[in-house]
């Protein structure tokens, strides 16, 4: 079946740019999802993008995509301490979203 | 108020007991989703419901029933409780778009089994 891995956690400083990853082993989505939880809440969704795309930009966030290498990244620019949450991402195939087991942001002065 | 409301939002309970947890939506979406979140592991997808009459098992089903009592509402059962049910779950919802299938998800209701 299908399997998506993030690492579970990243340290960043205030200020400095945020890049999480993430690996998946079917390319048969038609689209890519970042969501974020913050503690105590559900799932928000952040961004996605197409399948058929290499990049998508919206304000601080980057989505990249190598479909070749399978391959998922996110870009947070300026990270600051409300960007501190956990970040999944999800597969959207017909039907279904499969997640990731969620990567923690933790942002220190 | 919020589009897809979770109800209660901590329960603690027995091993073998019956819990049922509600989810209801605003939103006007035909989908809706069930899914336990565990620590390391992600969301993982319990049931899920087209509209009222279709009802699907996930990849987690097996102690689990659900309702869906109105295009609005969806409940899940826990018929027995047990400890290894401990665990954040989630409500989520989506329109009926084909294939692609943003969702959009409650609050949670944290879930302890003793």
């Not at chain 1, 945020?18 to 961004?47: F, H, R």
Request: charged share 20%; aromatic share 12%; hydrophobic share 30%.
């Amino acid at each position: 079946g299908e399997d998506v891995e993030q690492s579970l956690f990243l340290s960043v400083r205030e200020g400095d740019s945020s890049v999480i990853n993430c690996t998946y082993t079917d390319s048969s989505s038609t689209y890519l999802y970042w969501y974020k939880q913050e503690p105590g809440a559900g799932l928000q969704l952040l961004t996605y993008i197409f399948s058929n795309m290499d990049m998508k930009q919206d304000q601080r966030l980057t989505v990249l995509l190598n479909k070749k290498d399978k391959h998922l990244s996110l870009r947070i620019a300026d990270t600051q301490t409300g960007d501190s949450a956990i970040y999944f991402c999800a597969l959207g195939g017909y039907n279904k979203l499969i997640f990731g087991a969620g990567t923690r942001l933790a942002v220190h002065p | 108020d919020a589009d897809v409301t979770q109800t209660p939002r901590n329960r603690i309970t027995k091993t073998g007991k019956r819990i049922m947890l509600e989810c209801s939506q605003t939103k006007g979406h035909d989908r809706m989703y069930w899914y336990r979140q565990d620590p390391g592991l992600g969301l993982r997808l319990i049931y899920y419901s087209f509209d009222v009459k279709d009802i699907n098992k996930g990849e987690i089903s097996d102690g689990y029933s659900v309702s869906r009592q109105a295009q609005a509402k969806f409940s899940l059962s826990l018929e027995s409780a047990i400890p290894n049910q401990t665990a954040l779950y989630f409500c989520a919802t989506s329109d009926k778009t084909g294939w692609w299938d943003t969702q959009y998800f409650g609050p949670g209701t944290r879930l302890t089994v003793l």
